[in-house]
């Protein structure tokens, strides 16, 4: 009889046990979930900011490039451009969320990157008020990610923590190797059995309750008082962590701190890292012939308007088909294809693919405002040489398209 109802009772317990990590499970997909949605968003929105953008402080320098240097305009007209500059790191910070920022991934060694960043550190924290500890694990393997993203995620963790311990407290950032099995030691949510590389930041600070735990990752969440930070601080970590293919995790309590905990994948090898093309020459003005495709009216007559500020001669068309047209009943030489990535009918790589069997030794320059289109996961687009990010200014335009001009490699 007491060995039935003993029996009974750690039956109940594993079904208790079962239900109540199978409640945790469903509560992680939706949070998952509901990331995902906000993610593609945000994405969004800061794509047609950054066209907007790339109007706004495109023409604000090229005012300011002919307001002479006592101008009465000139103090406004910087402070527009100092605006949009600002905007501009915001819908950074949204495409570092949404996992659609454009990163150049090498092969690191985290401590070293936390070896280098530690002076920074510790004046950022306030060495008089937060202790900085590191507790660095000297056999830990190597990580693959964007060497300033990995510093904006320690960074943004830092000044997340710090901003916890007014009173001040102690920072303790740990490294560590991690293997996770199918069955033992399981993977966080999102992530595959395997070999991690560990970055754990722990802070003193007050803590946080489980409902914030659960919107902590959320862009412009925050608990701040007003006007004391955007919310895109851990947001941005998130977004950083998952385009690396990692996974991220908390743990606090009110009045105990904070533990947040990211896994990278662990990579057995170096790769070589490619050197970047050099800008020809001081002068970035030329004679060629550029073909520009944009279906954004600003940009293109932003670019246009540039380019033949610096002597090109631009035939404009606003999509793909037209561009094929006008490339093959254009007489004279064309040097440059400079095309948007995403566009309606036709993609800028297809219109280059199309454009190359008629004309193979043009040359091309894609601008776009995230890596959302298959080619960039595809390979079929080199972000490194042949690629000008959204928003950007007239100088940073007319240094990539003589760059590329100048250059062997063509598209």
Do not use: W
């Not at 979930?33 to 790339?54: C, I, P, W």
């Not at 004679?287 to 001669?313: A, F, K």
């Amino acid at each position: 009889m007491v060995a039935d109802v003993g029996l009974k009772i750690g039956q109940f317990g594993e079904r208790a046990r079962a239900e109540d990590a199978l409640r945790r499970t469903e509560a992680q997909l939706q949070q998952s979930q509901k990331m995902e949605a906000v993610g593609r968003l945000a994405g969004g929105v800061a794509h047609d900011f950054n066209n907007m953008l790339t109007v706004i402080r495109g023409y604000s320098e090229l005012v300011l490039s002919r307001l002479a240097p006592t101008d009465g305009f000139r103090k406004e007209l910087e402070e527009v451009k100092k605006a949009a500059d600002r905007a501009s790191g915001l819908t950074g910070q949204l495409l570092a969320f949404s996992r659609r920022q454009f990163i150049a991934p090498k092969v690191l060694d985290l401590n070293s990157v936390i070896h280098n960043m530690e002076g920074m550190l510790r004046r950022l924290l306030g060495e008089d008020i937060v202790e900085l500890c590191t507790v660095l694990d000297p056999g830990l393997g190597q990580l693959k990610a964007d060497p300033g993203q990995v510093e904006q995620v320690i960074m943004n963790l830092a000044v997340n923590a710090r901003d916890a311990m007014p009173n001040g407290g102690r920072l303790t950032v740990e490294t560590s190797n991690v293997q996770f099995g199918q069955r033992r030691n399981r993977p966080p949510m999102g992530a595959e059995p395997g070999s991690y590389v560990a970055l754990i930041v722990r802070d003193t600070g007050h803590g946080m309750d489980e409902d914030t735990q659960s919107h902590v990752f959320e862009p412009f969440f925050t608990t701040k008082e007003k006007g004391k930070g955007t919310g895109l601080g851990l947001s941005t970590v998130y977004g950083i962590v998952k385009q690396s293919g990692g996974c991220i995790e908390v743990e606090s309590k009110p009045g105990r701190g904070a533990t947040f905990k990211i896994y990278f994948p662990r990579v057995e090898s170096a790769t070589t890292e490619t050197e970047s093309v050099a800008v020809g020459g001081d002068s970035v003005r030329g004679r060629e012939t550029v073909l520009l495709v944009e279906d954004e009216p600003g940009v293109r007559r932003l670019v246009n308007e540039t380019l033949r500020l610096h002597g090109y001669t631009v035939l404009e068309a606003r999509h793909g088909i037209e561009a094929l047209l006008t490339g093959a009943k254009h007489a004279g030489p064309i040097h440059l294809l400079l095309t948007d990535v995403v566009m309606p009918q036709m993609s800028g790589p297809e219109v280059a693919e199309k454009l190359a069997t008629v004309r193979p030794e043009v040359k091309v320059l894609y601008m776009s405002g995230y890596p959302d289109h298959p080619a960039f996961s595809k390979g079929g687009i080199d972000t490194e040489h042949s690629f000008l990010q959204k928003p950007f200014t007239p100088t940073t335009l007319a240094q990539k398209v003589r760059e590329v001009l100048d250059g062997s490699k063509v598209a």
